[in-house]
Each structure stands twice: as structure tokens, then as C-alpha cells.
């Protein structure tokens, strides 16, 4: 059948192929004059079939110098004949194959020293990657070829330099097994965690903090929230209040900010300056559920109001922009609309002078929305100063201003909506969807408001029908239009069995534990690297990729790898299963040094260590009102802890075993194989957490 359809494209001269598929990004390249294909087993045929290099080019629907360079190049006809006269072209979008995506990037940072999207890569017709970068100008700029010589270059190189480029390939792989490597070997039985390690990796942290605007290290800026979320949990083991000055300052500054939507809620990708004004405006899914699990952490922690309306207005966002309606959650939103970066979402002083009327003046002074703009012109709204002190400075009261900013933002956000949209990559990425669920379930616990749950069953509900295959363990990693697709990667495993611990604290509902316990065991299956403790980020049957990776990185999001160690210790806990808590504590044991060193790369991985150092403070409610018991117990800021509802006679957990309430009360603090006695409130509680389970 294959050879058939070999054929009748050979008949037709491979016209582009994208039409067929159901990814936004690829769909936006389906009309250019290029012949694209997807990643697919006839294009590998054709490359060896014709011995014409590959030309594999990657980015996502979000991406702004993607559509740049689409425009630029991929649509100009002269350039396209180049291309579809001496390569085979395949565009892949990067989230629906982040496998790919992770190779080609290594490859082409290894060539180059950088890497970034559009990431455009040339391989041999075996698939093997001989040379690449990411944008390329129409004509020579920016200390850049230009892309028509770029292709012309490497075809030159191909033909006359064959056996060259054929050892290039050779050795670029050899390389990337080679770094692949990283994590095979323990460092030693005899190691253990301490508390100057972590003292160390606060130290090295705070050699990149950005004193002034928070943050860490120079533009642009991304929101790290690892970082943060290790200085929230530093600051209350510690009582060090220089962390949490830190970790604080760092959310300020992002939600007063421009990356973050003053008007419609919800957070761009990362900031273009030091101050976190001009965001490069794409909206992704994964940073907003992110930015809304540190943020339910600092709320518990310090109960700021600002952090309560920012948690609201951006689960609105979500819900409003990137919810589909039986329960998943969207990709994300473009930086673009009309053709330009953040057209969407600016102001020129006049249109809100027009729309305000008489209460333009204060609204644009609290906003900075100013005359001349505060960005090429425009203006993105961002907070300067907090409500009181703008209060102060201008003779207003707070309840006048109150209004004015609540009725001008709904006035703005109304016009806003009636503006050309930017463009919605509707796909629905399983691993994305568990990350935002972890996030509600925080948002709920943080708040108490019962419609982040409802939406965290929702969603939980949605991914467990439509992602896992006839009901089994095993999952798709994308879903679209009623059909899942992409085996699913390591990522959309480990953060599923994350969510659904998090899922069965809120509920109390234990069967999302005993799913999550499957999930792990199907991963420990399939994905566990044989001479080592670590997990390979594929399917051990996946066979369309040249090198199997292993990602330790926690970067934009958590990698597989930290998270999968979070989720066998915890489940440890739950069931009483030794292995699993051994496993977890040598695959930290096997990045001690690492992480200390580097804790910003290494942010997850940095937070279990300080569990490992700290102990985990395992929480048992046995009560007829166990619920409300929860919720109380939930609204508290408890890092280190597992939690479950239930009694003594549930031989499904271990952790239950023996727990019936008593005179003195029923939530029982276990932690170090030690129990303390019950106590019946959550105030109870944490005096006991504080004073380190003393009683």
C-alpha cells in the first residue's frame, strides 16, 4: 500500500502534504509553495529513494519569528523551487513531537552554540543531522546568510562533499549518545542529602537574583518558577526571610508587570526587558499553569489579596480563552494578530482617553498608560505602584479608585474583544492539560472555591476518556477534533500521575491514586533506562527516532525525569513501597552535585532534595467530617506533605493502617516512621508542623 501511494506522489510531484493534518501550526504552512511533508515514513523513503538531504524545519503556532520566517521565505516561490528542486522538506510543530524536537535541538545547539525556534536542521537520507540553525533572513543580515544561500550552500556541500557531510552526521551522533549519557552512574551508596547543600544551592541561586525587579539573571526574562518555588520552601524550613523576599519581589514585579495581562488575567511567555514590562506576548498553557501553582503557594504563605485576584483572573482566562467544551484545555495563543506582535493587546493613549472619559486621567496614570507610549509607541498596561500608596500620592480614595480600575478594565477588555484575535492553537496536549491540573487543584486548595475543583475533576474526567487507550494505562500524548494521536511521552505520563495525587487530595477520592500507582507502574515498564535509575523520554517500542534521550533539564517546564522521582516517592509513601522511595532517592543521589551547583536548571530536582532533607510530613484525616477537615487543613501553606482521607481499615494504603480517631482528635501527623498524637484542627496542626511534629 505504502509503495502504491510512493508512486501516485511521484505521479503528482509531491505537492505539500500538510493539508491532511490537524496540528495549527502545520495547517498554517499547508498552502505555502513549499512541499512539505510531515514526519512521516514516506518522506524517509523518498529522501533515500531520490538521495536528497532532508531539510526538517520546527516551531509551534505561538511562535512570532516562525511566522516571520514562513512569510519571508516558505512563501516566496523562488525560494520554495529551491527547496523542493535539491531537499525533501518536513515540517514538524514542536509540541506535537517534543521528542524531535529535543534531538534536533541538541543537534543543532552542539553545531552552534544556541538553538531556539524556527529550528531548521538538515539531515543525510539515513536521518542523521549534519548541520542547522534557527532563523534565517530572505537576504544576508544580522551577521546571517540568508536563507536562499544557506540552501544552495549545503546543497554544493552534499553533492561535491558527500563522505564529508556523511562524517559530520557520524560524529554529531556519536555526541549526542555520548551526552545522552549524563545520569548512568551513581554517585555512591554512602551519600546523603544535608542541609548545606541546600544552603549551597540558595547561595548560587542568589548570585543570579535580580535585586531590583526580581527575577534571575538578565533579559529576557523568564518567570523560573522552580527557583521560586525552592526560595517559598527555603524561607519556611529556614525562617530566612531573604528568600522569601526574593521569591515575593520576583511575583510582584511579574503581575505588575506587562507579562502579565492587567486587563483579561493570564500570563505571556517571558519578558523581553529586566523589568518585566514588554513580554513577548504568546500565551502558553503550560506558564500559566506554572505561574498559578507558585502563586497558590506564596497566597498561602502570606494570604496577599493581589495574589488571590491574579489566581482568579487568570483560571477566568483559561476558561474563557483556551477551554474546550467538554473539560480540556488548549495549547496556547499567538503572539501575533494582524501581522504584528502584541497588536492584540496595546493602547494608544487616545483610545483610552475616548473609551474612559472622565475617568481616563487616574485610570492611565495607576496603568502608565502615558502619551507617548512605553512601548514603540503604545502603551501595555503595568502597575507601578500598589493601590495605596497610588492613593496617597494623588488624594483619591481607595474605594473611588477601586471602581474607576474595575469599570475601566471592563470598559478596555469589551473594545479589546471586538479586536482581530490572535490566532488559538486548539490541540490539546495531555501533559500541558495535567500540568494545569495540578494548578487548579493548587488554586482550589489555596482559595477554597469550589469551581477550581469542579474544573480539576472536569479536566481529569476529559483526559482519562480521551487520552488513554480503550481505558488502559497506556495514553496519546495530543488530542483534536474527536481523535487522539502521538504515543505519549514521559512528560504527559509523569505529570498525569502528579495531578492525580494532587487530584486525591482535594477530593478525597482514592481511586485517582490507585490509577496514579498504574500509571507509574506502566512507566516503570516502559520507560526505565536499564542500567540506570533514570526514565528514556520514549516508548521503548517508539522506533522513528535516532537517538532515545534521557531529559534531566527542569526549563521551561518540569522535566519527566524530576517529576517521575516526586511522584515514586510520594506513591511510596501512600502504598509502602520501598523500591520506589529507593529508586527516587538515587536518582537525586546521581545529581547531588549538579544541583547544588546549578539550581536554577535544576529547580524540581532541588525541591526534593529539600524534602529528602526535611522529611515529608504525611497527613491522615479519620473523621465524619473529614472533608471539611481537609479543606481547612488545605488552605494552609504545607510544602513537605502527603495527605489522605479515609480509616484504619482501608488495607488498600498502609499509610491508613491503624488510624481511627480518638478523644483528642482525628488528623493524625505522621513523619520519620513516627506518629504523633491526633489533634482535631488544622491550627492544631501546623503549630505541630512548625514546631517540627513536637507534641
Given at each position: 500500500?505504502?509503495e502504491l501511494?510512493?508512486?501516485?506522489?511521484?505521479?503528482?510531484?509531491?505537492?505539500?502534504?500538510?493539508?491532511?493534518?490537524s496540528?495549527?501550526?502545520?495547517l498554517?504552512?499547508?498552502?505555502?509553495?513549499?512541499?512539505w511533508?510531515?514526519?512521516?515514513e514516506?518522506?524517509?523513503?523518498?529522501?533515500?529513494?531520490?538521495?536528497?538531504?532532508?531539510?526538517?524545519?520546527i516551531?509551534?503556532?505561538a511562535?512570532?519569528?516562525c511566522?516571520?520566517m514562513?512569510?519571508?521565505?516558505?512563501?516566496d516561490?523562488?525560494?520554495?523551487?529551491?527547496?523542493?528542486?535539491?531537499f525533501?522538506n518536513?515540517?514538524?510543530?514542536?509540541?506535537e513531537?517534543?521528542?524531535?524536537?529535543?534531538?534536533?535541538?541538541d543537534?543543532?545547539?552542539?553545531?552552534?552554540?544556541s538553538?531556539?525556534?524556527?529550528?531548521?536542521?538538515f539531515?543525510?537520507?539515513?536521518?542523521?543531522?549534519?548541520?542547522?540553525?534557527?532563523?534565517?533572513?530572505?537576504?544576508?543580515?544580522f551577521?546571517?546568510?540568508?536563507?536562499?544561500?544557506?540552501?544552495?550552500s549545503?546543497?554544493?556541500?552534499?553533492?561535491?562533499?558527500?563522505?564529508?557531510v556523511?562524517?559530520q552526521s557520524?560524529?554529531?551522533?556519536?555526541?549526542?549518545?555520548k551526552?545522552?549519557?549524563?545520569?548512568?552512574?551513581?554517585?555512591g551508596?554512602?551519600?546523603?542529602?544535608?542541609?548545606?547543600?541546600?544552603?549551597?544551592?540558595?547561595k548560587?541561586?542568589?548570585?543570579s537574583?535580580?535585586?531590583v525587579?526580581g527575577?534571575?539573571?538578565?533579559?529576557p526574562?523568564f518567570?523560573?518558577?522552580?527557583?521560586?518555588?525552592?526560595l517559598l520552601?527555603?524561607?519556611?524550613?529556614?525562617?530566612?526571610?531573604?528568600?522569601l523576599q526574593?521569591?515575593?519581589?520576583?511575583?510582584?514585579?511579574?503581575?505588575?508587570?506587562?507579562?502579565?495581562?492587567?486587563l483579561?488575567?493570564?500570563?505571556?511567555?517571558?519578558?523581553?526587558d529586566?523589568?518585566?514590562?514588554?513580554?513577548?506576548?504568546?500565551k502558553?498553557?503550560?506558564?500559566n499553569?506554572?505561574?498559578?501553582?507558585?502563586?497558590?503557594e506564596?497566597?498561602?504563605?502570606?494570604?496577599?489579596?493581589?495574589?488571590?485576584?491574579?489566581?482568579?483572573?487568570?483560571?477566568q482566562?483559561?476558561?474563557?480563552e483556551?477551554?474546550?467544551i467538554?473539560?480540556?484545555?488548549y495549547?496556547?495563543?499567538?503572539?501575533?494578530?494582524?501581522?504584528?506582535?502584541?497588536?492584540?493587546?496595546?493602547?494608544?493613549?487616545?483610545?483610552?482617553?475616548n473609551i474612559?472619559?472622565?475617568?481616563?486621567d487616574?485610570?492611565?496614570?495607576?496603568?502608565d498608560?502615558?502619551?507617548?507610549?512605553?512601548w514603540?509607541?503604545?502603551?501595555?498596561?503595568?502597575?507601578?505602584?500598589?493601590?495605596?500608596?497610588?492613593?496617597k500620592?494623588n488624594?483619591?480614595?481607595?474605594?473611588?479608585?477601586?471602581?474607576?480600575?474595575?469599570?475601566?478594565?471592563?470598559?478596555?477588555?469589551?473594545v479589546?474583544?471586538?479586536?482581530?484575535?490572535?490566532?488559538?492553537?486548539?490541540?490539546?496536549?495531555?501533559?500541558?492539560?495535567?500540568l494545569?491540573?495540578?494548578?487548579?487543584?493548587?488554586?482550589?486548595?489555596a482559595?477554597?472555591k469550589?469551581?477550581?475543583?469542579?474544573l480539576?475533576?472536569?479536566?481529569?474526567?476529559?483526559?482519562?476518556q480521551?487520552?488513554?487507550?480503550?481505558?488502559?494505562?497506556?495514553f496519546s500524548?495530543?488530542?483534536?477534533n474527536?481523535?487522539a494521536?502521538?504515543?505519549a511521552?514521559?512528560?504527559?505520563?509523569?505529570?498525569?500521575?502528579?495531578?492525580?495525587?494532587?487530584?486525591?487530595?482535594?477530593t478525597s477520592?482514592?481511586?485517582?491514586?490507585i490509577?496514579?500507582?498504574a500509571?507509574?507502574?506502566?512507566?516503570l515498564e516502559?520507560?526505565?533506562?536499564?542500567?540506570?535509575?533514570?526514565?528514556?523520554?520514549?516508548?521503548?517500542?517508539?522506533?522513528?527516532?535516532?537517538v532515545?534521550?534521557?531529559?534531566?533539564?527542569?526549563?521551561?517546564?518540569?522535566?519527566?525525569n524530576?517529576?517521575?522521582?516526586?511522584?515514586?516517592y510520594?506513591?511510596?509513601?501512600?502504598?509502602?513501597?520501598?523500591?520506589w522511595?529507593?529508586s527516587?532517592?538515587?536518582?537525586v543521589k546521581?545529581?547531588?552535585q549538579?544541583?547544588?551547583?546549578?539550581?536554577?536548571?535544576?529547580?524540581?530536582?532541588?525541591?526534593?532534595m529539600?524534602?529528602l532533607?526535611?522529611?515529608?510530613?504525611?497527613?491522615?484525616?479519620?473523621?465524619?467530617?473529614?472533608?471539611?477537615?481537609?479543606?481547612?487543613?488545605?488552605?494552609?501553606?504545607?510544602p513537605?506533605?502527603?495527605m489522605i482521607?479515609?480509616?484504619?481499615?482501608?488495607n488498600?494504603f498502609?499509610?491508613?493502617?491503624?488510624?481511627?480517631?480518638?478523644?483528642e482528635?482525628?488528623?493524625?501527623l505522621?513523619?520519620?516512621?513516627?506518629?504523633?498524637?491526633?489533634?482535631?484542627?488544622?491550627?492544631?496542626?501546623?503549630?505541630?508542623?512548625?514546631?517540627?511534629?513536637?507534641?
Amino acid at each position: 500500500m505504502n509503495e502504491l501511494r510512493f508512486v501516485f506522489q511521484s505521479m503528482h510531484k509531491f505537492t505539500n502534504q500538510l493539508i491532511h493534518e490537524s496540528s495549527p501550526y502545520l495547517l498554517q504552512h499547508a498552502h505555502n509553495p513549499v512541499n512539505w511533508f510531515a514526519w512521516c515514513e514516506e518522506a524517509l523513503h523518498l529522501s533515500k529513494k531520490e538521495d536528497k538531504p532532508i531539510l526538517v524545519s520546527i516551531g509551534y503556532s505561538a511562535c512570532h519569528w516562525c511566522h516571520v520566517m514562513e512569510r519571508e521565505s516558505f512563501e516566496d516561490e523562488a525560494t520554495a523551487k529551491i527547496m523542493n528542486d535539491f531537499f525533501i522538506n518536513i515540517k514538524i510543530d514542536r509540541e506535537e513531537r517534543p521528542d524531535l524536537d529535543h534531538v534536533f535541538m541538541d543537534a543543532v545547539q552542539a553545531l552552534t552554540g544556541s538553538g531556539g525556534w524556527p529550528l531548521n536542521v538538515f539531515l543525510t537520507p539515513q536521518g542523521k543531522p549534519f548541520y542547522g540553525g534557527t532563523y534565517f533572513p530572505p537576504l544576508q543580515a544580522f551577521n546571517r546568510s540568508s536563507w536562499k544561500d544557506v540552501l544552495l550552500s549545503i546543497h554544493k556541500l552534499f553533492t561535491e562533499k558527500r563522505s564529508e557531510v556523511e562524517t559530520q552526521s557520524e560524529t554529531l551522533i556519536a555526541h549526542l549518545t555520548k551526552s545522552n549519557a549524563v545520569g548512568l552512574k551513581n554517585s555512591g551508596e554512602n551519600d546523603f542529602f544535608t542541609q548545606e547543600q541546600l544552603d549551597e544551592a540558595f547561595k548560587n541561586i542568589t548570585q543570579s537574583a535580580d535585586k531590583v525587579f526580581g527575577g534571575f539573571g538578565k533579559a529576557p526574562k523568564f518567570p523560573q518558577t522552580f527557583v521560586i518555588q525552592f526560595l517559598l520552601r527555603y524561607y519556611f524550613t529556614t525562617q530566612n526571610k531573604d528568600p522569601l523576599q526574593q521569591a515575593l519581589l520576583s511575583i510582584d514585579n511579574m503581575i505588575n508587570g506587562g507579562i502579565y495581562d492587567q486587563l483579561g488575567g493570564g500570563f505571556a511567555r517571558y519578558s523581553t526587558d529586566a523589568e518585566w514590562l514588554a513580554p513577548h506576548f504568546e500565551k502558553m498553557l503550560y506558564d500559566n499553569a506554572l505561574l498559578l501553582s507558585v502563586i497558590s503557594e506564596a497566597y498561602q504563605l502570606t494570604g496577599n489579596k493581589r495574589y488571590a485576584d491574579v489566581l482568579e483572573e487568570t483560571v477566568q482566562f483559561i476558561q474563557r480563552e483556551l477551554t474546550h467544551i467538554d473539560g480540556g484545555f488548549y495549547a496556547a495563543l499567538d503572539a501575533d494578530s494582524e501581522g504584528e506582535e502584541g497588536k492584540y493587546y496595546v493602547w494608544s493613549y487616545e483610545e483610552v482617553q475616548n473609551i474612559l472619559q472622565n475617568d481616563a486621567d487616574p485610570f492611565c496614570k495607576f496603568y502608565d498608560i502615558t502619551i507617548g507610549g512605553n512601548w514603540e509607541g503604545k502603551n501595555i498596561l503595568r502597575r507601578k505602584k500598589g493601590e495605596k500608596d497610588f492613593c496617597k500620592e494623588n488624594n483619591i480614595g481607595e474605594d473611588k479608585l477601586q471602581r474607576i480600575l474595575i469599570t475601566g478594565k471592563e470598559k478596555l477588555l469589551a473594545v479589546r474583544q471586538k479586536r482581530v484575535r490572535p490566532g488559538l492553537d486548539d490541540k490539546i496536549l495531555l501533559g500541558w492539560n495535567a500540568l494545569m491540573n495540578t494548578a487548579l487543584c493548587k488554586v482550589f486548595a489555596a482559595t477554597q472555591k469550589e469551581n477550581y475543583r469542579k474544573l480539576a475533576v472536569k479536566n481529569m474526567d476529559f483526559l482519562l476518556q480521551h487520552f488513554s487507550k480503550n481505558y488502559s494505562n497506556e495514553f496519546s500524548h495530543t488530542w483534536k477534533n474527536g481523535k487522539a494521536s502521538q504515543p505519549a511521552f514521559l512528560d504527559d505520563y509523569a505529570f498525569l500521575i502528579q495531578a492525580l495525587i494532587h487530584l486525591q487530595e482535594i477530593t478525597s477520592n482514592s481511586t485517582y491514586l490507585i490509577k496514579a500507582k498504574a500509571i507509574a507502574e506502566f512507566v516503570l515498564e516502559n520507560f526505565k533506562v536499564d542500567e540506570g535509575c533514570f526514565f528514556y523520554y520514549t516508548h521503548k517500542n517508539q522506533k522513528d527516532i535516532i537517538v532515545r534521550k534521557k531529559e534531566i533539564y527542569d526549563g521551561a517546564i518540569p522535566s519527566g525525569n524530576s517529576i517521575m522521582a516526586d511522584n515514586l516517592y510520594r506513591l511510596s509513601l501512600y502504598f509502602d513501597i520501598p523500591e520506589w522511595k529507593n529508586s527516587s532517592i538515587n536518582n537525586v543521589k546521581a545529581l547531588i552535585q549538579t544541583v547544588t551547583n546549578y539550581p536554577s536548571s535544576f529547580g524540581i530536582w532541588a525541591c526534593l532534595m529539600q524534602e529528602l532533607v526535611n522529611g515529608t510530613n504525611e497527613i491522615v484525616i479519620v473523621s465524619e467530617k473529614s472533608e471539611e477537615l481537609r479543606d481547612s487543613v488545605l488552605k494552609n501553606y504545607i510544602p513537605h506533605k502527603i495527605m489522605i482521607c479515609g480509616n484504619g481499615n482501608n488495607n488498600l494504603f498502609p499509610i491508613l493502617a491503624g488510624k481511627i480517631a480518638e478523644q483528642e482528635g482525628s488528623i493524625f501527623l505522621c513523619k520519620d516512621n513516627t506518629c504523633k498524637r491526633p489533634v482535631a484542627t488544622a491550627e492544631q496542626l501546623m503549630s505541630l508542623i512548625r514546631n517540627k511534629g513536637e507534641n
